[in-house]
């Protein structure tokens, strides 16, 4: 290969047999020769190291028509017609030449492919056979390449096809007409049908004629033999698919935005689905932005006066990697004119279309020099402003713009844009109530649940709530800390069936019901019995036919007694706790009686009493943290056990890690609710119990007993308050209750005082008048304590109060 020729790697056609039957050069943007084929140097008698590198200008007899031939190619994929070139010797030549515009989708940079056919070229039998009228009036596009893949016939309709005349052309092989890769793929099947002499159907989608636009086209290669079968020729007849093609692929595209847009119910990943779908099948660029609040289109009165529309941008996407087209990030607030295409298609309601040169897009850009400034770099040449409307309310507003494709929009593709935004619409209308009623859910739900814990001297606690991700919203799990008489406490977690505003409100109901009912002192079982009566009524005043099972629940309730260190739960419908012994070493779930879910009402509950030793941590759980769609429940319990069994610096680092170790890093597909409690037992020289005989004398004997052990534990000043309380309550069940009778005094937080005895009758608090020589007890009671209350229990009831200890009257 002489210096400075073209190679393979610069041009396709390097390597091709009788290439040379082609005069051909690669011109670069600044219209320097970098390819020159020996087709060129027989044409011109100059070798390819004397001209690579110079302007072709210098080529030319006239330079001047070069700048002729550059403003008429200004635009055009192609062009062509005749050029006088100067010969070696410095005669002036007429030559046919066609100029193919290349990009970087083609042989590589960008710049121009100039081609014209050498002379000389003899006929083959093929010519001489086929009457000239006949095939040259065919109504189908028809071309005759020769064995050497040069084109050698080519009726009217395939002139109208290409563009160009049967003389400009005439052996030039089908690439150097085309211009383009996929005319070279072309090639490649004609030359195969000729050496293989079988016919076969090609499709491709080739720009021709000088068009901007591609054609679909279906292609039947056969070939032609001669009288004694030699093959003489290959003959290739066209047939114009695009308009089936198009109708296909914008009922595929349509396909496509049902089933990839609103697969979530996330308003930002809803627009980015939008924009996903339409790049680069409808522009080359898209960009979504949406008004603050929904808008009635149409309706002057409802826009704003200060001259602009607040829109934000939450989606774009490019067909050009990193997006060069968007000025502004995702999540970025601004101002659009009124005059603005994107603003009337708010107004109207109705599509805008934009098209570079027309007034209206010079005004677009007139509004935003900057804008216009990078527009122009781009070459955008179309716009295209759908409005986004569903439900009669406009949302926002899509922008497409095309740069990259040469076609601007056509009015199918302004329907085809309208329709699968009108899709998108009704998904970001449906995206948006969603998110609208999650925040709603979501602060209702965190007014309901407690936002700091007690601080209690029987147990430690600490908790996490995680709400749902995805399309299932907030749901109605809750959990609860509740103080007790006797220094006891209840834990509570529950969850209600279904997730939203309903079921947060639902969720809040049942959670004050609980602690109304724990405030009663009931056990376990029984204060859920009372609560799926709750339930059951709940689901009789929705109305409209609900079943009670619409509205159900299920709850897990544990009481503990610091005193005695025994737990007692009863649960419906809720998975079983799981405890924890004090060094890690056993992990069990405790086997309490699974008693059914809230709201079907008339089944009865159990409970289950279990021993808990000072250090174990109980785990009170929704079933969030244990089920997952990959893993069954089981697989759930088990990964909870060993995540309980590792050792932690605190409750609430344990806490985190059970999460971590359940979750993976994972959103939860349902709402998480977890607390856990470390146990702890109250020193026994803190809790004294007296029998107290059932007779008038024995309040005496108690009140010294009870000044006496007042005096031990140093709280002398409280000596006086709880004779007083102590009195009352005994004199209050020797008097109206049955035998036997027990006190008890236990140190806690506050100074507790309880008195029981074997009567189910509840005491209660009256006024007295000013005769009456009793029924002032309760109210002294009352009065000296600060609280007091009663609690049944199956062998009797206890009256209790509770008093501030002295030696801590200054804290809190």
Known sequence: MAQGACGPLDDPWAEVPDEAATARAILDPAATVTCWNDGARRLLGRPAEEVVGRPVAEL?????ALSRVARAARGKPRWHGTLEVLHRTGRALPVRVIAHRLTDADWGPPGWLVVTPLEGLEATGADADLPRDAFRHAPNA??????????????????????????????????????????????????????????????????????????????????????????????????????????????????????????????????????DVCVPRLADFVSVDLLQEPRDPGADTDWPAEGHVRLRRIAHCSSTPGTPEAMLPIGAVWDHPMAAGTVHALLSGEAVTVVRGEPGFLAWVAQDPERGRHAADLGVHSILAVPLTSRRKTLGVALLLRYRRPDRFAPDDVLLAREIASRAAVSLDNAQRFTRERDTALALQRSLLPRTLPQLSGVDVAHRYLAASGHSGVGGDWFDVIALSGARVALVVGDVVGHGVQASATMGRLRTAVRTL???????????????????????????????????????????????????????????????????????????????????????????EFVLAPGSVLALFTDGLVERRQRDVDAGYRALHLALARPADSLDDRCAAVLDALLQNEPPTDDVALLMAATRVLDARHVVTWDVPHEPAACATARRGVAEQLDRW???????????????????????????????????????????????????????????????????????????????????KTIWAEQQRPDRSGEG
Not at 60 to 64: F, Q, S, V, Y
Not at 727 to 733: I, K, Q, R, S
Not at 757 to 786: I, K, N, W, Y
């Open 714 to 796: 140093g709280l002398s000043e409280a000596a006086f308050t709880t004779e007083l309380v102590v009195t009352e309550l005994l004199t209050n069940a020797i008097r109206h209750a049955t035998g036997p009778v027990k006190l008890r005094l236990i140190l806690d937080d506050t100074l507790i005082c309880e008195v029981s005895d074997t009567s189910a009758t509840s005491p209660h608090m009256r006024r007295a008048s000013s005769f009456d020589e009793g029924g002032r007890g309760l109210m002294l009671v009352a009065q000296l304590a600060q609280r007091w209350g009663t609690r049944h229990s199956p062998t009797g």
């Open 60 to 64: 030319l007899a006239d330079p001047e």
């Open 518 to 608: 724990s405030d009663v002192d009931l056990p376990p079982d029984e204060l859920i019995a009372h609560l799926d009566d709750l339930v059951v009524r709940l689901a009789e005043e929705t109305g409209g036919g609900e079943s009670a099972g619409d509205i159900g629940a299920t709850c897990l309730y544990a009481v503990y007694d610091p005193v005695s260190g025994t737990c007692s739960m009863a649960r419906a419908g809720h998975p079983p706790p799981v405890v924890a012994s004090p060094d890690g070493a056993t992990v069990t779930t405790l086997d309490v009686p699974a008693g059914p879910p809230l709201g079907l009402g008339g089944l009865p509950f159990e409970a289950a």
């Open 142 to 275: 028809l071309a005759l390449y020769d064995t050497a893949v040069r084109l050698r016939r080519a009726n009217l309709a395939m002139e109208a096809v290409l563009g160009l005349r049967e003389d400009d052309i005439r052996g030039l092989r089908l690439s150097e007409i085309g211009g383009k890769r996929q005319s070279m793929e072309l090639e490649n099947q004609v030359r195969q049908v000729a050496e293989e002499g079988r016919p076969r159907d090609v499709r491709t989608r080739l720009r021709t004629g000088g068009e901007r636009r591609e054609h679909a086209w279906m292609g039947r290669l056969a070939p032609i033999r001669d009288a004694q079968d030699h093959l003489v020729a290959v003959a290739l007849s066209a047939v114009d698919l695009s308009t089936e093609d198009e109708a296909r692929s914008r009922l595929q595209l349509i396909n496509d935005a049902g089933t990839r847009i609103g697969t979530t119910l996330e308003v930002d990943r809803t627009a980015q689905e939008f924009a």
